[in-house]
């Protein structure tokens, strides 16, 4: 059974440096595309990036490039999302995600974290 | 402003079957056999309804049907029961640079 576990929930200050995490099971972490996707209380979803844990070619959706990092560690099959400065605007539910794979790399995600609530607020 | 476009709302009463548009480009939804549909309740993760435009992964209810003509793909559900009602997106993959986009979501109310 597929399985995506993500780290608890976090309240941080604004400009603080926060990394979250995402652990896969039940498939080979290093085969599928993986990836996050935000959504903001009361508001739709947001597809943020991809990483491809086989060989960390990594894709960012152009609204979030230089705003978060996606990275992972294959040994472990985890994958994260970090910020070095967070910003109030960064409060939001976070999924992980695994995501399809096309003939052009990652598609639509099928298996879903539970979801990583994170809060900024002074 | 989402890059595909869903309808805000929709409603069917129980037993009835309701049909929820995504309209892309020729870039996304109208170029490629990609496009996935998820339900969400409220408090909960999306749940992967349809894939590959009208495929059903193992588990979910053949009440649950996906159609694509053009730029426009579709949901649709049959026999509509008080547990569908949520909130439904739709994701392509897109030759843009964004790889992958949604829909900015339906909420559908079973009467």
């Known amino acids: 059974e597929v399985q995506l576990v993500q780290s608890g929930a976090e309240v941080k200050k604004p400009g603080e440096s926060l990394k979250i995490s995402c652990k896969g099971s039940g498939y080979s972490f290093t085969s599928y595309w993986i990836g996050w996707v935000r959504q903001m209380p009361g508001k739709g979803l947001e597809w943020m990036g991809i990483i491809y844990p086989g060989d960390s070619d990594t894709r960012y959706s152009p609204s979030f490039q230089g705003q978060v990092t996606i990275s992972a560690d294959k040994s472990i099959s985890t994958a994260y999302l970090q910020w070095s400065s967070l910003k109030a605007s960064d409060t939001a539910m976070y999924y992980c995600?695994?995501?399809?794979?096309?003939?052009f790399g990652g598609g639509p995600p099928d298996y879903w974290g539970q979801g990583t609530l994170v809060t900024v607020s002074s | 402003q989402s890059a595909l476009t869903q309808p805000a709302s929709v409603s069917g009463s129980p037993g009835q079957s309701i049909t929820i548009s995504c309209t892309g480009t020729?870039?996304?939804?109208?170029?490629?056999?990609?496009v996935s549909w998820y339900q969400q309740h409220p408090g909960k993760a999306p749940k992967l309804m349809i894939y590959d435009v009208s495929n059903r992964p193992s588990g979910v209810s053949n009440r649950f049907s996906g159609s694509k003509s053009g730029n426009t793909a579709s949901l649709t559900i049959s026999g509509l029961q008080a547990e569908d009602e949520a909130d439904y997106y739709c994701?392509?993959?897109?030759?843009?640079?964004?790889?992958?986009?949604f829909g900015g979501g339906t909420k559908l109310t079973v009467l």
């Open positions: 994701s392509s993959y897109t030759s843009s640079s964004s790889y992958v986009v």
């Open positions: 020729s870039s996304d939804v109208g170029g490629y056999n990609y």
């Open positions: 995600a695994r995501h399809t794979t096309t003939i």
